[in-house]
């Protein structure tokens, strides 16, 4: 370790301590080191036409909507996880930035949404699906109304999945909800994998590990799986062989949602992640949150909710979740 690196260590040390984060682990790494509560996971996508997005994914995904801001639409995929739909003219990103992101979509219903989604038309990367016997994983790769890829998933028993299964099995399926759902009764989603591209795997491993406290899953060689929520996980993969290459921007927010938001802060603030807030919002009476920037410049957003008659809906659903 360097003198560098020491030094962010021991900034980091020194923060968990004061904020009473937790004890040392066993060998004192960062890593053990941050029991923060993350209660969710989500990401924001960023459209010219919301209002499509919105059908798109409420009626042709069934996926409720847990939040309505007007201007973004909190939608619950899985027990813990979110996606939220933006309008492109106000969020922090728009929509004519590069989609370098994908979106797994953990379903055991594989083959029922590969026959449903062709028959509504909805446009695929491929036109083959093809299930492997003994696979780790199989899929198909949609594409939402602006191009952001929604990849539908099964994680089969595999030695590659012998700690995710287990997590997997414990998730009920959250089946189609929406109130203008055309899903087929039986189909839904009981995980999300947020899949981020990278330059860097090797430090990226290293940075959502001990700067932020996850802990690995699976490990696919040139992708990896972490849990951040209870269905809500993170996926960096080497871009070079990947779906997407490395972009500078990308038009996304991995936002975490969390009651311990004054703790995340002064973690992220003393060394974890480049700020890009400077304090912690505290104008908009939905919702307190801050923003930082990983290594390789996505948008990380930490979100703590706020009793508010538009977030009666998703404080319900985390609630319900946590217990």
Request: hydrophobic content about 35%; some cysteine; glycine content about 8%.
């Amino acid at each position: 370790m360097n003198e560098g690196q020491m030094k962010k260590t021991l900034a980091i040390l020194f923060t968990l301590m004061t904020i009473g984060c937790g004890n040392e682990g066993d060998n004192g790494t960062p890593h053990e080191m941050i029991p923060l509560e993350i209660v969710g996971s989500n990401a924001f996508w960023y459209y010219n036409d919301l209002d499509a997005a919105t059908d798109f994914y409420t009626k042709t995904l069934g996926l409720k909507i847990a939040a309505d801001y007007g201007y973004a639409k909190i939608l619950q995929v899985a027990g813990s996880s979110y996606l939220t739909l933006v309008d492109g003219t106000m969020g922090m990103h728009t929509p004519d930035e590069p989609k370098t992101v994908a979106l797994a979509l953990v379903t055991d219903q594989l083959d029922e949404w590969w026959d449903y989604l062709n028959l509504q038309g909805v446009e695929m990367r491929s036109d083959e699906y093809s299930p492997t016997e003994n696979s780790a994983h199989d899929g198909f790769v949609a594409y939402d109304p602006e191009g952001y890829y929604l990849e539908f998933e099964r994680f089969n028993p595999h030695p590659e999945n012998e700690r995710f299964i287990p997590i997997l099995d414990r998730a009920e399926t959250v089946f189609a909800q929406g109130a203008d759902s055309e899903v087929p009764p039986g189909l839904g989603f009981k995980a999300t994998v947020l899949w981020l591209y990278y330059r860097d795997l090797p430090g990226m491993e290293a940075f959502w590990e001990n700067e932020i406290g996850l802990d690995m899953v699976a490990d696919q060689g040139w992708a990896k799986v972490y849990q951040a929520s209870s269905t809500g996980f993170i996926g960096p993969v080497d871009e070079t062989l990947g779906m997407h290459s490395y972009t500078d921007q990308k038009a996304v927010n991995i936002s975490f949602l969390t009651t311990q938001l004054d703790e995340w802060f002064e973690h992220a603030r003393a060394g974890s992640l480049e700020m890009r807030s400077q304090s912690i919002e505290e104008e908009n009476p939905r919702y307190r949150a801050f923003v930082g920037y990983d290594p390789e410049g996505y948008y990380l957003e930490f979100d703590s909710f706020l009793p508010h008659e538009d977030n009666e809906e998703l404080l319900r659903i985390i609630d319900q979740d946590s217990n």
